[in-house]
């Protein structure tokens, strides 16, 4: 089965410094989700990588996915307080309706 | 809005005691899956459902059931719980025909069991 590595395990940065979050698969990723979670409460869709180097943002967010490592990297510029919280990254199935395998998750603080 | 609803948001229950959590989408979704997250864990499968009377186990399904006899619902059951339930649990719902949007998730249901 698929799994997911994420580092840090946590993170505390003061804010506006820049930060970044690393996810890599033990298999062949097809597609990769980050998704970010308040603590105790439900997961937000931030964005979905799918070909090899692409890249993406959101807000001040920015994701990379890298086909060859089989990782993504997810990086924060300008870190604000209401970045604070858990950043998950899942990977979408190769097809079919398998189901996506999740990160362990970073916890991220923002020390205003 | 397009929303995932879960309830109750926190529930509190004794041993053997039967609980229902429910979930309803209104997004017309036909895929739908229960997670539940524990510290160092990360998210795990209980069950998913691919259409209405349509499910399957996931990778931790032992102590739970569930059913889907409407396409919106799809109710989470503990006919027996046991302290080692006790879990924040999610659940989702997914578009037909592709995943880039991967899942929408409700608000989490935290459930302890004493």
């Known amino acids: 089965s698929q799994e997911l590595e994420q580092s840090p395990q946590s993170l505390i940065v003061q804010e506006g410094k820049n930060l970044t979050i690393n996810c890599t698969s033990s298999?062949?990723?097809?597609?990769l989700y980050w998704y970010k979670q308040k603590y105790g409460e439900g997961l937000i869709f931030l964005m979905m990588?799918?070909?090899?180097?692409e890249e993406k943002s959101h807000e001040k967010i920015t994701a990379k996915l890298d086909e060859k490592k089989q990782q993504s990297s997810l990086h924060i510029t300008a870190s604000q307080p209401s970045h604070a919280g858990i950043y998950l990254c899942?990977?979408?199935?190769?097809?079919?309706?398998?189901?996506?395998?999740f990160g362990t998750g970073t916890k991220l603080q923002v020390i205003p | 809005e397009a929303q995932v609803t879960q309830n109750p948001r926190y529930l509190i229950t004794v041993t053997g005691k039967k609980l229902t959590v429910t979930c309803s989408q209104n997004m017309n979704h036909e895929y739908m899956s229960w997670y539940r997250q524990d510290p160092g864990l990360g998210l795990r499968q209980i069950y998913y459902?691919?259409?209405?009377?349509?499910?399957d186990k996931g990778d931790v399904p032992e102590g739970y059931k569930v059913s889907r006899k409407e396409k919106r619902n799809f109710p989470l059951i503990l006919e027996s719980p046991s302290p080692n339930q006790t879990s924040l649990y999610f659940c989702?719902?997914?578009?037909?025909?592709?995943?880039?949007?991967?899942?929408?998730f409700g608000s989490g249901t935290r459930l302890t069991v004493v």
């Open positions: 989702a719902s997914k578009i037909t025909g592709g995943w880039y949007y991967g899942y929408t």
């Open positions: 899942g990977a979408a199935p190769s097809g079919g309706y398998q189901k996506v395998t």
């Open positions: 298999k062949t990723l097809y597609g």
């Open positions: 459902s691919m259409n209405v009377e349509v499910t």
């Open positions: 990588l799918q070909k090899g180097g």
